[in-house]
């Protein structure tokens, strides 16, 4: 059984074991389908269709609001019966486009390409048209990502493998089952950066999907499996660029001003879709999971289909479930109902019999310090997390709290059950729209 271990301890269990051995299973999609305009950052997109209009699979139904931004296709065929305001999984509201499935599955004919004989303009765009973003939960257009000032400047690309979630397999499942498809998806991208090397970057817990990524790049002295230790949160970026490559970039610095640009794999693998295949990304593989879930697995998911129908197809939910995440533990959000679609960025739904965090009464801090201990950042959480809830964003920012990766260690490991992590994500949010403003 895996443990989780972190900064702050150990916990015996990291809750991968119930999922890992599935292979991903295709969802067969619902009746309804709600497409969300805005599951990317950046300009949502906008609506190309129209109420009564007829949709097929791997169509664009709302184009790129701006460069920033990034086209929705449809998953299904069948005809838009409208706009409809939805509660995403993030707590928000965002127009969706509703498609009612004729379940006949009409489909776009894709045109593939050699994608080594392409110009790396043209690999751009075809990842640009193709709706490709960050899948590792931020959804920043990967075009944009993948075009810093100057490409020369770049040494590596790394791709997030650490999947340091606890519970979550479903990057786990894509290097097994694909891991070719990876492979060339890296490859893509080193030509678009000529003195790059690649990364594939996996925490050891992971050792099927080491060897088999090893096996599929022998011989290519451009990439290298690189073996991390399994170390909550190493799959974050900060960690995950300095355990790889010992640079280190703060809030203000993106991974390009340290030569680095980082995808998750699920995001390697649409470039592929998007520049070998023509194919646009419609689908997701979502982790169905946790004590509260009747047969947990990964799932190959459409998007626009609402979390109770793939959780429906991963055999429902037990009587008396108190919890859903969408995520997750760590670094998930709670949500309160299963009436929410799947986005490009959506990974896991955590599905647990037992909410202990409402369980749990917060109590004074007793200064043990472990919070402090267990931040892989060197922040005092303790403090940052009073200065959130008085509002002082000053003395928040300049004691660093801009810095927290919201990987939530130290609310896990405070034995006053504050609710620390939660409280700064909050701050965080409020002064980055206040930089926004300025
Ligand atoms: S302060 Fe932020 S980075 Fe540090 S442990 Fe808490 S959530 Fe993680
Ligand atoms: S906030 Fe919690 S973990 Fe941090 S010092 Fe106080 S009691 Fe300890």
Known sequence: MGVLTFLGGVHPYDGKELSKSQPVKKVIPGDKLYYAVSQHIGAPARPLVKRGDHVIRGQMIAEPGGFVSAPIFASVSGDVTGIEKMRMPTGGLTDCIVVKN????????????????????????RIRDAGV???????FPTHV???PKDADAIDYILVNGAECEPYLTSDYRMMIDAPDK????????????????????????????????EAECAGDSNIEVRTMKTKYPQGAERMLIYANTKRKINSGMLPADAGCIVDNVATVLAVYDAVAEGKP????????TGDGAVSPGNFLTPSGMLFSEVIEQAG???????????????????????????????????CLMHDDVSASQPSPCINCGRCVEACPENLVPARLSVYADKGQAD???????????????????????RQLAQSIKSMRKICLANRRKK
């Open 395 to 417: 003395i928040f920012m300049a004691n660093y709290g801009m810095e927290c990766c919201e990987c939530g260690s130290c609310s896990f490991v405070c034995p006053a059950k």
């Open 182 to 213: 990876l492979v060339e998806g890296l490859r893509i991208i080193l030509k678009l950066f000529p003195k790059a090397k690649g990364l594939l970057c996996v925490e050891d817990n992971k050792p099927d999907a080491i060897k088999k990524l």
């Open 316 to 350: 429902g939910l037990k009587e008396g479930y108190e919890k859903l995440i969408s995520g997750g533990p760590m670094m998930g959000f709670a949500v309160f109902g299963t009436n929410l679609p799947v986005v490009k960025t959506s990974s896991g739904v955590l």
């Open 145 to 147: 990502k993948l075009s």
């Open 281 to 288: 990304l419609m689908d997701t593989v979502i982790t169905v």
């Open 133 to 139: 973003v960050g899948m590792g939960g931020a959804g």
């Open 102 to 125: 004729d379940h006949k599955n009409e489909e776009t004919a894709y045109t593939g390409a050699d994608w080594k004989e392409l110009s790396v303009d043209e690999i751009k765009a």
